[in-house]
């Protein structure tokens, strides 16, 4: 994978899209991993859309805390598949 996305925060979110959409014309390898306040950008279709094909992954316990009544859309994990992402990524860009 050439780029990890570490999506923390909700305002940093409104980048993952675009960034997303670049590294697909580039033909990179990406993957997502949201914590925090920072899962709250996959109730944004544009973002679900960037990230369709890619590996996405959602910090169970932070989607339980922002989200907990709603399904997520992206594979549950724990910051153990977090550690392991950002150990397969050549780049990691925190949002």
């Known amino acids: ?8 925060t909700e305002a940093g979110a409104q980048f993952l899209a ?20 920072g899962v709250r950008a996959l109730r944004d279709a544009e ?13 169970e316990e932070s989607w339980h805390r922002f989200c907990a009544d709603e399904a997520c859309p992206a594979e549950l994990g ?11 990524a050549r780049k990691v860009v925190s949002l």
Do not use: K, W
């Open 47 to 59: 973002v679900r859309a960037a990230l369709e094909g890619a590996r996405s992954v959602v910090c």
């Open 18 to 37: 675009p960034l997303a959409r670049a590294c697909r014309r580039g033909n990179r390898a990406f993957a997502a991993f949201f914590t925090h306040e």
């Open 78 to 88: 724990s910051q153990t598949v977090n550690s392991a992402l950002m150990g397969e």
């Open 1 to 8: 994978m050439d780029i990890l996305f570490h999506v923390g």
